[in-house]
């Protein structure tokens, strides 16, 4: 046999052996593995990030939006969500604006007149609460990342200035969860 043919039968089988190794993988990986579906006790409580524009993160709970504006305003649950729900059937964004922060106040703003108009209560007092709400989520999710980020600092992983660094990056909505 010639030096070009054995050459081109060792890179044949070269390319067989890659192929079968890769389509043994693939049906390896494609063999079907029963999905876990989430209990409502491990939803609830992995399902709390929500901002006052009914938006959320990480699946957000739909109902926690709802609770915190009727304790807030003195109104029932109730007679928050239908309204609620109604406001983000008819506002759902289709894309994002290239100037997120005003779409957002615009967005609120809709919102409490929306929600004020349905249950008789003044804009003012809504748009109190929902900035309340903002606020509360923003410290919860602050003293959450702090929690996880002074444990690298204490181990040296990450030093205090990159730290900080996330910190800043999160609360700018640079990375996921800021504003």
Do not use: C, W, Y
């Amino acid at each position: 046999m010639s030096r070009k043919k054995k050459i081109t039968l060792g890179v044949s089988a070269a390319a067989l052996a890659l192929g079968l190794g890769l389509g043994v993988t693939g049906m390896a990986s494609a063999t079907t593995t029963p999905t876990p579906t989430p209990s409502a006790s491990s939803s609830a409580a992995s399902d709390t990030s929500v901002d006052a524009t009914g938006k959320h993160g990480r699946g957000g709970d739909r109902g926690q939006l709802a609770a915190d504006l009727a304790a807030k305003l003195g109104v029932d649950e109730a007679k928050v969500t239908a309204p609620l729900q109604t406001f983000r059937d008819a506002n759902k964004p289709t894309t994002e604006a290239a100037d997120g922060e005003s779409d957002r106040a615009a967005r609120d703003a809709a919102l409490a007149t929306s929600l004020a108009a349905a249950l008789g209560v003044e804009e003012s007092k809504v748009t109190a609460a929902l900035t309340e709400i903002r606020a509360e989520g923003q410290a919860e999710r602050a003293a959450t990342l702090k929690t996880k980020l002074d444990p690298a600092v204490a181990d040296a992983t990450l030093t205090q200035a990159e730290a900080d660094g996330v910190t800043k990056a999160v609360e700018q909505g640079v990375i996921g969860g800021g504003r």
